[in-house]
C-alpha cells in the first residue's frame, strides 16, 4: 500500500499559495482517479483508494506545514507501511516553476515541513516529488513569497507543475521510482 502525502497549510487559508503545491497535487491526484478526501483523523484529511491497480492513501496533514511529520508518522504506524512505500510531494524553491524533480531520498534542505517528515520518520529514505515554484526575487522576502497569493498568470505555469508531479505519482505507483526517474527528472 502507496502512503502518497501533500505537504501544505489548511486550504481554507493557504489554498492560493505556492506553499500548497503538495495539497494542490494530491487533490489533481485524488480528481483524476475519482477518490473524495472525505476522513479526518491522524491529524490530516485522508482517503483510500486504487491507482493503478495498487492500494493508496492520499494525505494532507493539517499539523500546518513544519509540523507534517507528526501526521505522516500517525499513519505510517497504524497501517505499517514501509518507508519505500511512501511518497510525500512538496514545494521547492530551488526548481524553476512547472517543473518537478523526483528523488528517492536526500535532505530536507531548507523545507521546514521535510525537515519535520525525517524528524519524525527518522530516516530520509522516501520517494519524494518536488514541485518547482521558482525563487523570489528578494531573498529576505522568502516567507512572503512561499505562502503569499499567486497571481493569476503564475497560477498557470504553477498548475503545470501540479500536473506533471500527479503524473509522476501514477507512473511511481505503476513502474517504480527509477523509471518514473528517467521519464521525468
Same mark, same amino acid.
Given at each position: 500500500?502507496?502512503?502518497?502525502?501533500?505537504l501544505?497549510?489548511?486550504?481554507?487559508?493557504?489554498?492560493?499559495t505556492?506553499?500548497?503545491?503538495?495539497?494542490?497535487?494530491?487533490?489533481?491526484?485524488?480528481?483524476?482517479? =475519482? %477518490? !473524495? /478526501?472525505? @476522513?479526518?483523523?491522524?491529524? *490530516?484529511?485522508?482517503e483510500?483508494?486504487?491507482?493503478?491497480? +495498487?492500494?493508496v492513501?492520499?494525505?494532507?496533514p493539517?499539523?500546518?506545514?513544519?509540523l507534517?511529520?507528526?501526521?505522516?508518522k500517525?499513519?505510517?504506524?497504524?497501517?505499517?507501511?514501509?518507508?519505500?512505500?511512501?511518497?510525500?510531494?512538496?514545494?521547492?524553491?530551488?526548481?524553476?516553476?512547472g =517543473? %518537478? !524533480? /523526483?528523488? @528517492?531520498?536526500?535532505?530536507? *534542505?531548507?523545507?521546514n515541513?521535510?525537515?519535520s517528515?525525517? +524528524?519524525?520518520l527518522?530516516?530520509?529514505?522516501?520517494?519524494?516529488v518536488?514541485?518547482?515554484?521558482?525563487?523570489?526575487?528578494?531573498?529576505?522576502?522568502?516567507?512572503?513569497?512561499?505562502?503569499?497569493?499567486v497571481?493569476?498568470?503564475e497560477?498557470?505555469?504553477?498548475?503545470q507543475?501540479?500536473k506533471?508531479?500527479?503524473?509522476?505519482?501514477?507512473?511511481i505507483?505503476?513502474?517504480?521510482?527509477d523509471?518514473a526517474?528517467?521519464?521525468?527528472?
Amino acid at each position: 500500500m502507496y502512503l502518497i502525502v501533500g505537504l501544505g497549510n489548511p486550504e481554507n487559508e493557504y489554498a492560493n499559495t505556492r506553499h500548497n503545491m503538495g495539497f494542490n497535487t494530491i487533490n489533481e491526484i485524488a480528481k483524476n482517479n =475519482n %477518490i !473524495k /478526501i472525505t @476522513k479526518s483523523k491522524f491529524k *490530516g484529511l485522508y482517503e483510500t483508494g486504487i491507482i493503478q491497480g +495498487k492500494k493508496v492513501i492520499l494525505l494532507k496533514p493539517q499539523t500546518y506545514m513544519n509540523l507534517s511529520g507528526e501526521s505522516i508518522k500517525e499513519i505510517v504506524d497504524f497501517y505499517n507501511i514501509q518507508t519505500e512505500e511512501i511518497i510525500v510531494i512538496y514545494d521547492d524553491i530551488d526548481i524553476e516553476k512547472g =517543473n %518537478i !524533480k /523526483i528523488r @528517492k531520498k536526500g535532505s530536507a *534542505g531548507s523545507h521546514n515541513g521535510m525537515k519535520s517528515v525525517i +524528524k519524525e520518520l527518522n530516516t530520509s529514505e522516501f520517494g519524494r516529488v518536488r514541485v518547482g515554484i521558482g525563487q523570489p526575487e528578494f531573498k529576505n522576502d522568502m516567507i512572503n513569497y512561499v505562502i503569499g497569493n499567486v497571481p493569476e498568470e503564475e497560477q498557470k505555469i504553477l498548475q503545470q507543475g501540479v500536473k506533471k508531479a500527479s503524473e509522476a505519482v501514477e507512473e511511481i505507483i505503476k513502474n517504480g521510482i527509477d523509471i518514473a526517474m528517467n521519464k521525468f527528472n
